[in-house]
């Protein structure tokens, strides 16, 4: 059976790119993932221009940026030949943002730990909610605690959203694996933000058993 998650939010600098190809990048471990790329900046398709030109072997990813009327298709086709689709959405709600999360098994949220992020996440939240999709907030570039952090998953919590337990750190391991066209449990397996990342797959793996 194949899954497709959906990344999305409409505050620009909350990570959802950088969320993407790494969430990506873990799953290609032991699944055939394909990345779809619905964002106006391609950001996620020039990684893997980058990582297609690394000259270490690394796991297949599959990647399109196919979009507007044949966004339903490509999702279809993509879907009956991998394990995995991880979609990177545009930072506004319009048809292919609306298509992607009506199209997710898993819509993924990532957010700093600040009020603005979550009032931008309000619109993608009740869109994946009206469509009854299985959705989850992340708390992204988080520190380990702080006041601000402790105000905003109290705020998450009153609007009765549901968030994950794994958070990711603001740590340039993610940036410099970017960089290079891979993940940063590719690119440094050992450092804290590899072991953030396998916490944030175990429990995406399991939202989708």
Known sequence: MSFVITIAQQKGGAGKTMVAVNLAAALAATRRVAVLDIDPQRSLARWHELRERQSRPLPKITASDLSGWRLRSELNRLRQSHDVVVVDSPPHIDTDAKLAVR??????????????????????????????????????????????????????????????????????????????????????????????????LAEVEALLA
Request: net charge positive; charged share 20%.
């Open 103 to 200: 199209e997710a098994d898993l819509v993924l949220v990532p957010l700093q730990p600040s009020p603005p992020d979550l009032w931008a996440a309000e619109g993608t939240l009740k869109l994946a909610q009206a469509e009854k999709r299985l959705v989850r907030l992340l708390l992204n570039r988080t520190p380990a605690s702080s006041r601000l952090r402790s105000l905003v998953e109290q705020e998450i919590a009153g609007g009765g959203y549901a968030l994950l337990t794994s958070t990711l750190g603001n740590r340039a391991g993610f940036a410099n694996a970017f960089a290079v066209g891979m993940g940063v449990t590719e690119a440094s397996p050992k450092s804290q933000a590899a072991r953030e990342m396998v916490a944030l």
